[in-house]
């Protein structure tokens, strides 16, 4: 049932392949394309294209990068020794904006879920493991999310290196800062507790 | 000891379009014809106080057929004081649900289902008979639901664990058709494990005590024949994951996880009788009243407060003096709403003490107290 003009329901068909996006929200997005101004939609345009022209893999870490490797990993000043592995390059950001972390990281591409078809083979976990070897990484951080295929994949990792000397840590998975323990979720406060650590 | 529910708002929830009932201590009376709305005010009550229904896992169908939300409200009365906590859960398909407290956001979902209105409650409904009656699956979630009202570790356990293992079976089904290798099943059976066991300790902590208390309910209910609960496992914690590991070639043939507490069973057995098996009607029926008994008194001992009874048309098929001494049970609890066609199954002493509810279509038409209860 095509409604629209062809090119208006090629825009609606291919926003709502994005993530978080409806139907409806497509559609909405859509008229807002078509009604707003035409330099507005080239720069969209644009920046898309650039985007897909310009970013790609850094060869090393697998964040995004317009180099051939990313600009953490290029600064000397960080410690080579750590690696944080996390499943996205946004979870670089969140862990990059606590300005706890100076260690270097890797991208997984994702987490472990048979019901998703996700094996190892379909991860970088072989390319951290070989990193780990190549590098003489001390430590890896493993920042999974803290669900059940995140949690999975670290302990995966965990498990691959067992018997390697590397130290292999995960977050804890704690309070929220800046909370009264009164307010805490009991989830998260049982969590927190059962991983309590000596002082 | 004095948690109970005083009064309670119904927006567009089942037949109800906007009503309000108040409620009292001890026992209370809801009272009206066939389809007028008595189990459905029953169910707004459990939905208000544990954040979802118990009556039906398409819980869409509690909306009001032509509006796209419900909302329930309630005020709940604590330590008898006037202290009193306002809950409410607002509801659309499709939608995560709004639950406020004192109104301010509410806890999440598992927290709030787990004591986080103040009080908790347990529900009789017809078709609960399933608990003796029925599969082993609907006998886990009679115990699932219970401790995770007192325990959102285990709540969380129970949701964890079903995933993990949803996980590994599917994993199991692709090493079975070559899809995937056998490389990380170790881990997934760790996940399971993990979760597993927190499931396990938790049942097996609670079925000695409730099967104390099954036995003197169904006593009393029933007869001097001996009753006992008994879990039955597929694996016990000290070997679990040694076993786990041992069904890795079945499991996988199968495509399934055989082992594990979503396996597991308890029998009901009167007089070494399997009541699943070879129970009448009325053992079956008397057997899930008695677990619910038995429920009640569990939640008492682990918080210390009472939980609120909801028990739907429950007079009906029981004989007079099986109704009597009921009667006398909701009298004497912290707080008891129960359905009924027909007023005459009470006795004039007992319509005196009790606060009676009058619906008819979706409407409340009055509630009178005849007597004041101390
Ligand atoms: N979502 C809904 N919107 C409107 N009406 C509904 C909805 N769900 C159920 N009903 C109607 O509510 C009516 C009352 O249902 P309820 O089960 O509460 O009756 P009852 O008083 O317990 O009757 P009985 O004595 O037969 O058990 C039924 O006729 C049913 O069709
Ligand atoms: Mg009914
Ligand atoms: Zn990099």
């Not at chain 1, 944080?84 to 969140?94: F, H, L, T």
């Not at chain 2, 009202?149 to 285990?154: E, G, H, K, N, V």
Request: hydrophobic share 35%; charged share 30%; aromatic share 8%.
């Amino acid at each position: 049932m095509a409604t629209y003009a062809r090119p208006v329901e090629r825009l609606i068909t291919e926003l709502s392949k994005l993530p978080s996006i409806g139907p409806k929200s497509a559609q909405r997005i859509a008229f807002h394309i078509v009604r707003g101004r035409q330099d507005d939609a080239f720069g969209l345009a644009d920046a898309l294209r650039e985007v897909k022209e310009k970013i790609h893999p850094c060869k090393r870490c697998f964040n995004l990068t317009e180099a051939e490797e990313c600009d953490i990993c290029r600064d000397t000043r960080r410690d080579q020794s750590v690696i944080c592995a996390v499943e996205d390059p946004y979870d670089i950001g969140s862990i990059e904006r606590t300005g706890e972390y100076r260690g270097l990281y890797h991208v997984l591409g994702g987490a472990l879920s048979p019901l998703d078809g996700i094996d190892p083979e379909n991860l970088r976990i072989a390319e951290l493991l070989e990193r780990v070897q190549r590098e003489e990484t001390k430590e890896i951080v493993i920042a999974t999310n803290p669900n059940t295929t995140g949690e999975a994949t670290a302990l995966f990792i965990a498990q691959e290196l067992e018997d390697s000397p590397v130290r292999v840590t995960a977050l804890a998975s704690g309070l929220p800062v800046g909370g009264d323990l009164e307010y805490a979720d009991e989830v998260t406060l049982g969590r927190a507790f059962a991983g309590r650590r000596e002082l | 000891m004095t948690v109970y529910l005083r009064a309670l708002r119904l927006v567009n929830f089942r037949n109800y379009a906007d009503a309000t009932a108040l409620l009292s201590p001890g026992l209370n009376i809801i009272v009206g014809d066939n389809a007028q709305g008595k189990t459905n005010l029953l169910e707004a009550i459990s939905f208000t106080v544990t954040g979802s229904t118990p009556r039906t896992p398409r819980e869409n169908e509690v909306v009001r057929w032509g509006e796209d939300f419900a909302r329930t409200e309630a005020r709940i009365s604590l330590d008898g004081s006037t202290d009193e906590r306002a809950v409410a859960i607002g509801y659309a398909p499709g939608q995560k649900k709004r639950i406020t407290v004192d109104g301010a956001p509410g806890p999440s979902l598992t927290n709030y289902a787990a004591g986080g209105a103040g009080a908790r409650v347990v529900t009789f409904f017809p078709d609960d008979i399933r608990v003796v009656k029925g599969a082993p699956a609907d006998r886990r979630e009679f115990l699932d639901t219970l401790l995770s009202s007192l325990r959102p570790a285990y709540a969380r356990a129970v949701v964890e664990y079903a995933k993990a293992v949803g996980q590994r079976n599917q994993l199991l089904r692709r090493i079975r058709d070559g899809f995937s290798s056998e490389r990380t099943l170790a881990t997934w059976d760790r996940k399971v494990v993990d979760f597993g066991k927190v499931v396990l300790e938790g049942r097996e902590a609670a079925m000695e005590p409730l099967e104390e208390y099954f036995r003197d309910s169904l006593r009393v209910l029933y007869g001097s024949e001996k009753a006992a609960i008994r879990y039955s496992y597929t694996t016990t914690l000290g070997d679990y994951s040694e076993a786990l590991r041992e069904a890795h070639a079945t499991d996988i043939d199968r495509g399934t996880t055989s082992i594990g507490p979503h396996r597991d069973d308890f029998e009901v057995l009167l007089g070494g009788v399997n009541l699943t098996m070879f129970g009448s009607q009325g053992q079956q029926r008397l057997a899930t009243l008695a677990l619910k008994f038995a429920a009640r008194d569990y939640v008492r001992g682990m918080v210390g407060e009472d939980p609120i009874l909801l028990f739907d048309d429950v007079m009906s098929e029981l004989d007079e003096s099986r109704r009597e001494y009921l009667a006398g049970y909701f009298l004497e609890s912290t707080q008891a709403v129960i359905s009924t066609t027909n007023l005459e199954y009470f006795g004039s002493d007992i319509l005196q003490r009790t606060r009676i509810i009058r619906i008819s279509g979706g409407s409340i038409l009055e509630t009178a107290t005849n007597g004041v209860r101390k």
